[in-house]
């Protein structure tokens, strides 16, 4: 496992731009798919976008396809996520997560998790 820690959410109004940070500890982190999910209240958690360990595939869910990019640094051990064109339903807890192997879109595929950060985006 890798330990993560997010930073980046705060409040900002729609149209927007924020970029989220997940900075990992752990010399493996380079061999490690990465996701960010988010959870609204009341809601289950979803992934929003992934990455392969190389960065050379990326996913996204279609509610943030064209505004969000996910992008992963090895040299950093960081990923971000890239939000633009914000929208009050973008609102949530963000979390990043980790997998050894392949990209994956289930939840469950997940084995790290950072704390989560709050995004609140304004009408």
């Known amino acids: 496992q890798v330990q993560l820690v997010e930073s980046g959410g705060g409040l900002v109004q729609a149209g927007g731009s924020l970029r989220l940070s997940c900075a990992a500890s752990?010399?493996?982190?380079?061999?490690?798919?990465m996701g960010w999910f988010r959870q609204a209240p009341g809601k289950e958690r979803k992934l929003v976008a992934a990455?392969?360990?190389?960065?050379?595939?990326?996913y996204y869910a279609d509610s943030v396809k064209g505004r969000f990019t996910i992008s992963k640094d090895n040299t950093k051990s960081t990923v971000y996520l890239q939000m633009n064109s914000l929208k009050p339903e973008d609102t949530a807890v963000y979390y990043c997560?980790?997998?050894?192997?392949?990209?994956?879109?289930?939840?469950?595929?997940?084995?790290?998790w950072g704390q989560g950060t709050q995004v609140t985006v304004s009408s």
């Open positions: 997560a980790a997998k050894g192997g392949a990209l994956a879109t289930i939840v469950a595929s997940y084995d790290s």
């Open positions: 752990g010399r493996t982190f380079s061999r490690h798919a």
């Open positions: 990455i392969s360990w190389s960065g050379a595939n990326r």
